[in-house]
């Protein structure tokens, strides 16, 4: 079975420091990898997908992720924290082929410190 | 990617009631995700729902606590049958978008209930 591992369930940066949120995966297969990011009274907002066909991945609001198959990471970041990043993300994993459940990771609170 | 509409954004229920949450999304799709976030957790699968099928449970959820409805490809129900405070949650539902496999889901706003 696939899982996720967040490290760190809360994390604060200054507005304009690098933000950094780590993912780690276990999969037995090769696996498909999400970031969502969770507002307050709001549901998930799909922030980028790895699906194999390139490593490093770009999202919206200016994040990234670098899939790091030796290392089983999948990290967020973002070069310059701005206060409106100020949210819960959540990293998740399927199984590649066919429709697969999702699992999530335990999310991680990221505080914009001005 | 799609737009999902989730009634009621929130809700306070007395124990022993019962309420059932609407998914609406403004495309067909063929799965339609049940989750339950409970206070400061994550995300735990509750049922996936295809249409013209029995919704399939995940382990430690049934079907006649948590009844799922699936009229057509763009409507889904669940409802919270006598409720319990332990039932206090965020339930969303969410959808696969996209052709091709593994599709990343979309999400609704999620209900937010609270049980007294």
């Known amino acids: 079975a696939q899982s996720v591992t967040q490290l760190g369930s809360h994390v604060s940066v200054s507005e304009g420091a690098l933000v950094l949120l780590r993912c780690n995966y276990s999969s037995s297969v090769p696996p498909y990898l999400f970031w969502y990011v969770q507002y307050p009274n709001q549901g998930l907002q799909l922030l980028l997908k790895?699906?194999?066909?390139?490593?490093l991945v770009k999202g919206i609001n200016g994040f990234e992720a670098e899939f790091k198959k030796s290392e089983t990471s999948f990290h967020l970041t973002k070069p310059s924290a701005h206060m409106s990043d100020a949210a819960e993300y959540f990293c998740a994993v399927s199984k590649s082929g066919g429709y697969q459940k999702v699992t999530f990771g335990t999310g991680t609170k990221l505080q914009v410190i001005p | 990617s799609a737009v999902i509409s989730q009634k009621p954004s929130r809700d306070i229920c007395q124990r022993g009631t019962s309420l059932t949450i609407q998914c609406q999304v403004d495309?067909?799709?063929?799965?339609m995700f049940w989750y339950r976030q409970q206070p400061g957790q994550s995300l735990t699968l509750i049922a996936t729902?295809?249409?013209?099928?029995?919704?399939?449970?995940e382990s430690g959820f049934v079907i006649d606590k948590f009844p799922i409805s699936r009229p057509n490809l763009t409507f889904s129900t669940l409802t919270v049958s006598n409720m319990s405070p332990e039932d206090s949650s965020i339930y969303l539902c969410s959808v696969e978008v996209g052709q091709g496999k593994n599709q990343p889901q979309h999400f609704g706003d999620g209900t937010r209930l609270s049980i007294l």
């Open positions: 790895y699906t194999s066909a390139a490593t």
């Open positions: 729902a295809n249409q013209g099928s029995e919704a399939t449970y």
């Open positions: 495309s067909q799709v063929t799965m």
